[in-house]
């Protein structure tokens, strides 16, 4: 299925559009600007309770490392001639914090431009948001969901992959290198991971695969004693669509249970958000594989090791290395701010300069170049790794194999599915 902004999402997306208008009323946000503007807002919407209570840490220092090739740090600085100065929101990643704090950003502070959020369903509520704000340009930050750039909002920009595009080539590789015919399915219960693993099982089923059951969990789930005792004895590997605290725990858990068979992650499990953890997962993790936005160790692009570099150098830098937040937030704010210097802060007509100039980007960023297609949606270079042991027994990831250029045409949207046949 070629997906395409003009199709049937935007009847949808025009009825969550005029169900948010009926509920917000109209916006008073800030974004049509003077030509010329030498102050620019950028709003801030990242996670800062739950599951992935990181995530302000990790998107400050994202910005802080962004800033630093401006000498700015992460509450702003000096872009150019353009002052440029960043309001940051915390929300526990589900849909109406978003959208309650993302109405504050602009409706209240009258930022410029919006950048975020971090989680999924939080992406598509402000994806909708977004068409019923358009003097507001806004700039996703993390959020994959595929659906976020064909809903209809011209004044939305995502400049990464998203989750069903991360997994291109995993499901190929389980079936006929690896030779896993049979995959046991585990999943947070939430639109990323039916992107993130539709894109791994669609790939897989059509190779000849079968899923052998599946367990959707709630986000937040801290005992998978249930769920480890459903795994059926003639699965070959088990795909573990969860991140952040929620991998670490099963990953842990798994080894206390004894679970003997290889692991699929979903692309948050291999980050260093969960190989981090500090209960004992090695036995667990050693060997999983799964597609990422984020390269192996041993990568060689020298704005790689430059973001590395910027990032360890932030005060909020929470890990040893770049995790696939931060990664992302980077990957998005540079653009924003490569906008504003090359047309000088000019916000006038409803943005359209700044908005001409992010959809011209053409940027080498720590994975690869950055490009746009017709829908606002990045055209990326993306990998398959896979998590290794150092001999201090810390973990890694290294590089299988990377594909450049990885474009939205052949994704689609996924529901929660639980055999190949959902998938038909």
């Given at each position: 299925m070629k997906l395409t902004k003009r199709n049937g999402l935007l009847a949808a997306a025009a009825l969550s559009a005029s169900t948010l208008l009926l509920v917000t009323g109209c916006s008073s946000g800030?974004?049509?600007?003077?030509?010329?503007?030498?102050?620019?807002?950028?709003?801030?919407?990242?996670?800062?309770?739950?599951?992935?209570?990181?995530?302000?840490?990790?998107?400050?220092?994202?910005?802080?490392?962004?800033?630093?090739?401006?000498?700015?740090?992460m509450n702003g600085g000096t872009v150019g001639d353009v002052t440029v100065k960043f309001i940051y929101e915390g929300t526990d990643g589900t849909p109406g914090s978003a959208q309650s704090k993302v109405k504050k950003l602009v409706e209240n502070e009258a930022v410029d431009?919006?950048?975020?959020?971090?989680s999924g369903d939080a992406g598509e509520t402000i994806a909708q948001y977004a068409t019923t704000v358009p003097e507001v340009t806004f700039v996703n930050g993390a959020a994959s969901p595929v659906s976020m750039t064909l809903l209809g909002a011209e004044n939305f920009y995502r400049f990464h992959g998203d989750a069903a595009m991360w997994m291109g080539g995993v499901g190929d590789y389980a079936f006929n290198e690896l030779g896993y015919k049979n995959i046991y399915l585990l999943a947070d219960d939430y639109s990323f991971p039916y992107d993130n693993a539709g894109g791994?099982?669609?790939?897989?089923?059509?190779?000849g695969g079968t899923i052998?059951?599946?367990?959707?969990?709630?986000l937040g789930t801290t005992d998978y004693a249930t769920v480890l005792t459903k795994i059926p004895e003639n699965t070959d590997a088990v795909y573990a669509g969860l991140g952040g605290a929620d991998a670490a725990g099963f990953l842990s858990q798994a080894v206390s249970a004894g679970l003997d068979v290889p692991l699929v992650g979903g692309s948050i499990?291999?980050?260093?958000?969960?190989?981090?953890?500090?209960?004992?997962?090695?036995?667990?993790?050693?060997?999983?594989?799964?597609?990422?936005?984020?390269?192996?160790?041993?990568?060689?692009?020298?704005?790689?090791?430059?973001?590395?570099?910027?990032?360890?150098?932030?005060?909020n830098a929470e890990f040893d290395a770049p995790t696939i937040f931060?990664?992302?937030?980077?990957?998005?704010?540079?653009?924003?701010?490569?906008?504003?210097?090359?047309?000088?802060g000019d916000l006038g007509d409803n943005q359209s300069a700044f908005r001409d100039a992010l959809s011209a980007t053409k940027w080498m960023g720590p994975t690869g170049e950055i490009t746009v297609d017709e829908n606002n949606q990045a055209i990326v270079d993306?990998?398959?790794?896979?998590?290794?042991?150092?001999?201090?027994?810390?973990?890694?990831?290294?590089?299988?194999?990377?594909?450049?250029?990885?474009?939205?045409?052949?994704?689609?949207?996924?529901?929660?599915?639980?055999?190949c046949d959902d998938l038909q």
């Open positions: 800030g974004g049509g600007g003077d030509s010329g503007n030498k102050e620019i807002t950028i709003g801030v919407l990242t996670t800062d309770t739950g599951t992935y209570a990181f995530g302000m840490d990790e998107t400050k220092a994202a910005i802080g490392a962004a800033m630093s090739n401006f000498d700015g740090d431009i919006e950048l975020g959020p971090l791994f099982f669609s790939e897989y089923c059509a190779a052998t059951g599946a367990s959707w969990v709630p499990a291999v980050d260093t958000t969960a190989l981090g953890a500090k209960a004992d997962i090695a036995v667990a993790a050693e060997g999983m594989i799964s597609g990422s936005p984020v390269p192996g160790a041993g990568y060689d692009n020298p704005e790689w090791a430059k973001f590395n570099e910027a990032y360890a150098a932030q005060p931060s990664m992302l937030y980077y990957n998005s704010v540079m653009p924003i701010l490569n906008a504003i210097e090359s047309t000088e993306n990998f398959i790794v896979e998590v290794v042991a150092g001999n201090d027994g810390t973990l890694t990831v290294k590089n299988v194999s990377e594909t450049k250029g990885v474009t939205q045409e052949s994704t689609k949207s996924y529901e929660r599915f639980s055999s």
